[in-house]
């Protein structure tokens, strides 16, 4: 068993946001690759004030823990939308769609969950008004 550690700034990780089309919206990124881990998957998201996640999605086999670090907004879980602030955590087994859209003052939070190659569906536009 490797003894190794890693430690690394959540803002050193590359944002991706433009290549999944948030560009707009804020940042997104994964550090799973970048600490080394193999079994977990880890990400970070800011969004702007009033701007959503262009699309939902969700895991077949993996269930997410999302905690809120700082702002507010809404989560859309399947049918249910939810407010949340800083502190509060949001658990999504899997199966379920879900998004996120930042209140006024924008919306930061960190995602955790097991990490299954190709275990992901997306559906742009998901969360339409």
């Known amino acids: 068993m490797s003894t190794q550690h890693k430690t690394m700034s959540l803002d050193d990780a590359e944002d991706m946001a433009p290549k999944y089309g948030m560009g707009d919206v804020g940042s997104?990124?994964?550090?799973?690759?970048?600490?080394?881990a193999e079994g977990i998957g880890m990400a970070t998201y800011r969004l702007n004030p009033g701007q959503r996640v262009p699309f939902g999605h969700r895991h077949s086999?993996?269930?997410e823990?999302?905690?809120?670090?700082?702002g507010s907004g809404r989560f859309?879980?399947?049918d249910e939308i939810v407010d949340v602030a800083g502190r509060d955590v949001v658990y999504c087994p899997p199966k379920v769609m879900r998004a996120w859209e930042a209140g006024p003052d924008g919306l930061?939070?960190?995602?955790?969950?097991?990490?299954?190659?190709?275990?992901?569906?997306?559906?742009?536009?998901?969360?339409?008004?």
């Open 28 to 36: 997104a990124r994964f550090l799973r690759k970048d600490l080394g």
């Open 61 to 63: 086999d993996c269930e």
């Open 65 to 70: 823990v999302y905690l809120v670090l700082a």
């Open 76 to 78: 859309k879980i399947d």
């Open 108 to 129: 930061e939070l960190i995602a955790f969950g097991a990490h299954v190659e190709a275990d992901g569906e997306i559906d742009q536009g998901w969360w339409a008004d």
